[in-house]
């Protein structure tokens, strides 16, 4: 994930236990357990995000345009936007979910990879480092239990 060491103990015995499975009941199990270890990296990217004190949620700001226009835009926080989303797969037999920013927090990119005007400050890099295998430990009792629901 992060190039950082991660406990993988037990994941053979697991999936073992998924073939044993009907291919309908192991893909939801996976979805199950997807979205939790999704889950675990969104609070981490909550904590992790910065929060300016100068600016509050739902604050609507004017923008210049080069052209000389102006619109107007309503502003988010980063830790206020963060979402998980369930993303199509190339693969029909991947199950897939993103972690990322909505809208109205569009100002994310910019602090996450920096720009010409500001540095850039990785905080989902970060949240990721520091959850990797806290995602890991959750996606493995959720498989669990979904394994135990199912009777395997």
């Given amino acids: 994930m992060s190039g950082m060491n991660v406990d993988l103990r037990g994941f053979?015995?697991?999936?073992?236990r998924l073939q044993q499975l009907a291919k309908q009941d192991a893909t939801k199990?996976?979805?199950s357990a997807n979205r939790a270890g999704a889950t675990v990296l969104k609070k981490a990217i909550e904590k992790a995000a910065p929060d300016s004190s100068r600016t509050t949620e739902?604050?609507?700001r004017t923008r210049h345009n080069k052209g000389g226009g102006t619109r107007s835009e309503v502003h988010g926080k980063i830790k206020n936007n963060v979402i998980v989303r369930k993303t199509k797969s190339t693969n029909a037999n991947q199950v897939q979910n993103s972690v990322g920013v909505r809208g109205n927090a569009y100002h994310a990119s910019f602090v996450n990879f920096g720009s010409i005007h500001n540095t850039a400050d990785?905080?989902?890099?970060r949240a990721l480092g520091s959850s990797d295998q806290t995602i890991i430990d959750k996606i493995a009792v959720t498989l669990n239990k979904q394994l135990i629901k199912r009777g395997v």
């Fill in 58 to 60: 739902g604050e609507v």
């Fill in 122 to 125: 990785p905080f989902v890099l």
């Fill in 29 to 31: 199990a996976g979805q």
């Fill in 12 to 16: 053979n015995q697991t999936a073992q």
